[in-house]
């Protein structure tokens, strides 16, 4: 079985620019979360999906939107790219909402803000 | 507010020797404790988790152990390998019925051989 996919792998923009990641989750799983990891330090939580809906949000500007499809595939779209948004952002799905269920993070997108 | 630390920040051993790295959450009613294995430029690797009604876990070469009353949990690898090396990350589940995980900032595992 497919894990979680994410699309593009590496990417370089410019700041003030915007940028759409994608991601697909493990077939059946109905959850999908963002989160953002810079260099040296832990995944920090940006959003979470269930079901088609926000169902929490990080602390994180309003810069930073996502949806979720009805395949459960989502986005994450990022306004007016800052220097500080390079990152590694990963997405990870879970079968469904709840705070002990496991989930399983994609390999993630590199983006670099030039 | 929401937090989790962890220690030590970098870890070497021999080879065949045990490592533990531990983490202390704050919020008391965090209930699930999930670890994740960074390699190199790969994705977060879910290696064991714990829920909150559990106070030891094993799964084979690895353990984790969680104290609710002092908000303390470890990982305890035994018998390293080389290929245990990597980057470790703790998590805690922040209550509010989604999936919101705080992670440490990780523990650098070196295994010599």
């Known amino acids: 079985d497919a894990g979680v996919t994410q699309s593009p792998t590496h990417l370089i923009k410019t700041r003030g620019q915007h940028v759409t990641l994608r991601c697909s989750p493990i077939s059946g799983h109905k959850s999908v979360s963002w989160y953002q990891q810079v260099l040296g330090q832990g995944p920090q939580f940006i959003f979470q999906y269930y079901e088609k809906e926000e169902r929490g949000r990080g602390n994180f500007p309003d810069r930073f939107s996502a949806r979720q499809f009805p395949n459960y595939s989502s986005e994450l779209n990022v306004n007016a790219l800052l220097l500080g948004d390079s990152a590694l952002y990963l997405c990870a799905s879970s079968l469904i909402q709840g705070g002990d269920q496991p989930q399983h993070f994609g390999d993630g997108t590199r983006l670099s803000i030039l | 507010g929401e937090n989790v630390e962890q220690h030590p920040s970098t870890l070497s051993v021999q080879e065949g020797d045990s490592a533990v790295i531990k983490c202390t959450y704050s919020d008391s009613a965090s209930n699930y404790f999930p670890w994740y294995k960074q390699e190199l430029g790969k994705r977060p690797q879910l290696i064991i988790d714990i829920r909150s009604n559990v106070g030891e876990k094993k799964d084979q070469r690895i353990a984790v152990t969680l104290n609710k009353t002092a908000k303390h949990f470890s990982l305890h690898i035994t018998e390293t390998q080389p290929e245990d090396s990597a980057v470790y990350f703790c998590?805690?589940?922040?209550?509010?019925?989604?999936?919101?995980?705080?992670f440490g900032a990780g523990t650098r595992l070196a295994v010599h051989p």
């Open positions: 998590a805690a589940s922040i209550p509010g019925g989604y999936n919101k995980l705080i």
